[in-house]
């Protein structure tokens, strides 16, 4: 297993954060997302990390990397079923007892002053329930020392996130999302696609304020769904949005009028989706012997 140096002293101010990692076979990529916690500017009180009965060697690793780190900032949790992420993450909340609770993918990291900005942002309006900030992806081999420098005119920009703008485009990518531990929602623990859309969209519906920092401050280490081609992921998260949309309205947060436009719309996104991925597709085939190339 590869592991990171030990972070050698927490001289940064801790604020009362917790950041819930839901780990599923991640034994090469939690070390990676761990220390770009410690490389946080102002760092959480705790770091909850839940293996989904993973039946390899992720467990042993957070025992392990809980080592690593002061005594007690680290919480490792052994599920002793598989739930996927929506329930791994509704344990981690669970077992929480700080203010607000950030969430971070396992194979993901962030930049060194998300907690920061976004702690920053979050006392300061404290009506906020929800926010994120923008994403960005990293190359494979990358560490979280190699993440762009922030200028400091654009570190601190927010916008306020509608109910309309919400329903339109899931502005809250998980790896950047911290909310207030108080909140009553949680994850859909059943639901395997777009669980994360649809807390988003319960909290604002429920009167909730969430706004969106215009900068990036986490990264992903592969492609999102999509990126490179149209795939059976893909129709699947599309019927996850669409699950979305409907319990959405059967909770009474929109009627008939909106539900109905707002659901051809997602449909319209999928299918301009299909026919950007199939162009490429088509751009990218070989050219044979008789085949004419393609400007």
Avoid at 16 to 33: E, F, G, L, M, N
Avoid at 95 to 119: N, V
Avoid at 181 to 193: H, N, T
Avoid at 243 to 266: C, K, M, N, W
Wanted: hydrophobic share 40%; with cysteine.
């Amino acid at each position: 297993m590869n592991t990171h140096p030990i972070i050698p002293a927490f001289r940064a101010p801790h604020v009362p954060v917790s950041v819930v990692i839901p780990c599923y076979r991640c034994a090469d990529t939690i070390a990676r997302a761990v220390k770009s916690i410690a490389m946080q500017s102002q760092l959480p009180e705790a770091v909850i990390l839940i293996d989904d009965l993973s039946g390899d060697d992720t467990l042993d690793q957070l025992y392990l990397l809980q080592t690593q780190y002061p005594p007690g900032w680290i919480q490792v949790i052994a599920k002793p079923q598989n739930d996927g992420p929506g329930a791994t993450r509704n344990a981690g909340w669970d077992a929480a007892t700080t203010t607000y609770i950030a969430f971070l993918d396992a194979d993901d990291s962030w930049h060194p002053r998300k907690i920061e900005l976004q702690y920053r942002l979050m006392t300061d309006n404290p009506q906020l329930a929800l926010s994120g900030h923008r994403g960005g992806h990293m190359e494979t081999s990358g560490q979280p020392a190699d993440e762009p420098a922030l200028s400091s005119q654009s570190d601190g920009h927010a916008r306020a996130v509608s109910k309309t703008r919400l329903l339109l485009f899931n502005e809250f990518i998980t790896r950047s999302v911290m909310l207030r531990r108080d909140l009553p929602q949680r994850f859909e623990p059943k639901k395997k696609y777009c669980e994360d859309y649809l807390l988003w969209m319960q909290i604002v519906f429920a009167g909730n304020k969430a706004s969106v920092l215009e900068v990036p401050l986490a990264f992903a280490y592969k492609p999102d769904f999509g990126a490179g081609g149209l795939s059976q992921q893909v129709w699947r998260m599309e019927q996850g949005e669409l699950d979305s949309y409907r319990r959405i309205f059967r909770e009474q947060h929109i009627g008939v009028f909106t539900a109905v436009p707002i659901y051809l719309f997602s449909l319209a996104k999928f299918a301009r989706r299909y026919l950007r991925s199939r162009l490429r597709r088509w751009n990218k085939k070989p050219v044979g012997p008789h085949q004419p190339v393609r400007s």
